[in-house]
């Protein structure tokens, strides 16, 4: 760099010509910005050239001040060419060595598993289907009336209380909601679906439930699926023959035990729960072998007063109904111990105890 900077046409253009060879010099942003002082910077030759003018007197400012201007024009210009070429060419190398190899098969671990409560419900779904069910839905946030009053609970009955059922605080707003719950079961879909449509019926109902209870095996939060045949002589022998065919496609063992024992619901009569016969032995549980029972669903034959609730003339139909739990299926059929489990989103249980998406249990091929 010339240290004359007397103020010349020469002169001038000499730091000009100096100026484009060192912006030719440098290869990266980093090293221009390094001498971009140098060039346009407070101390710079250009600078302190532009300075000297007012030294100048009139005619000498104007003749080298025009120059000086031109000078300092293109310098800025060429700047400019350098530093956008150098950015451009930083970025082609960046995409350069960040380029994707899409011939890379995908890590193995990165592949997500479907959540075994997901897979039984589709599971269910299907067998059913083959029945002739169609699926049905409710909210999971459901008025005490559905929930309970119209499936012909009592006033006074227990499982309306408080300690076991969630209560949501009552809306000043809508009066005649009257309470709301979270539902305690997927029954209140019964009466959802016959209000919808006429009989015959055939729904299916999976979703979540709520109740005031968390152990081991009881969680505040876990699904249930509920059915409802609804037709001219439908009798207890359809529900039999429908939930033993169903167990049996389920756990994929055509000579399933099962039994039928008594029991109460108030929103069918007669009721019943039905077992499976299974071995239990070393802490293990296996399905359709040895002599113990295992309570795998609530049924019944639905309640003339349900019917009525839902808008169907108990007379002319009848209809069966059932409710089974999903956690219990997947436990017992994919061998899951601990039911906390299943909410606590270990990615670890879930690659183990998870689904391929592509791969289907034999209960949901061709039947
Ligand atoms: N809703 C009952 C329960 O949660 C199960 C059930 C459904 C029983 C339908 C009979 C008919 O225990």
Redo the contacts with the bound molecule.
Sequence with gaps: MSENHTLTVENINLVHQEALHQLASVTSIAELDKIRPDLTGKKSPLITMLKMLGTLNPDERKALGGHLNKVREEIATALDKREHMLQQQALEQKLQQEKQDVSLPPRPDMVGKIHPITQVIDEVRHIFSKMGFQLAEGPDIEREYYNFTALNFPDDHPARQMHDTFYLPTSQDNPELGAVLLR????PV?IHAMRQSQPPLRILAPGR?YRCDSDATHSPMFH?V??LVVDRNIHMGHLKACVIDFCQTFFGISNLKVRFRPSY?P??EP?AEMDIGCLRGDGKLKIGEGNDWLEI????MVHPNVLKMGGIDPDQYHGF???IGIERLAMLKYGIPDLRAFYESDARWLQHYGFSPFEKPSSMMGI
């Design positions: 305690t079961h997927t029954s019964q439930t249930q509920e059915g619901f929103f069918t009721s669903l609530g049924c019944g109904a059932f409710g």
